[in-house]
């Protein structure tokens, strides 16, 4: 799996905008590069966490989630390890300083996954779309 270096740029971009609080959405690819960012609906975000009403999720595949950890811890928590294990293959935490060298892809185990950033060709429009 990858991630489209402009795609990895917004997320680190809205975490560092968004710190102290965290920040978390949900992650779409496209074929086997993560590309897209879904903020779902009535997620509150605070400075301990950020909960996600995934009741609120539109019916759309998903394929992990993306929050911030604005202390700069990038180990998943607890309540994360739960969250992964319900909600996708992929899960990226990115802590401060919110950098290129500043987050982690984790699989649903809470294991540490290999993620090449790649420069993606986002089309006008995406077919479907």
């Known amino acids: 799996m990858k991630i ?3 795609t990895l740029s917004f997320i680190l971009e809205v975490s560092k905008s968004t710190a102290p ?3 978390a959405g949900m992650l779409q690819a496209k074929g086997d590069v993560i590309t ?3 903020i779902v609906p009535g997620t509150e975000s605070g400075e301990e966490s950020a909960t996600m009403q995934l009741f609120m999720l539109p019916n759309i595949h998903t394929i992990g989630t993306v929050h911030s950890h604005p202390s700069g811890s ?3 928590s607890g309540e994360d390890l739960e969250l992964f294990e319900r909600k996708g293959k992929y899960h990226i935490i990115v802590g ?4 290129t060298s500043s987050w982690t892809c984790y699989n649903y185990k809470g294991e540490p996954v290999k993620l090449d950033v790649v420069d993606y060709e986002f089309k006008e429009k995406e ?3």
Request: no cysteine.
């Open 4 to 6: 489209a270096k402009d």
């Open 21 to 23: 609080m965290e920040f």
């Open 36 to 38: 897209d960012v879904v």
């Open 74 to 76: 990038r180990r998943p």
């Open 96 to 99: 401060a300083p919110f950098d």
């Open 127 to 129: 077919e479907g779309w």
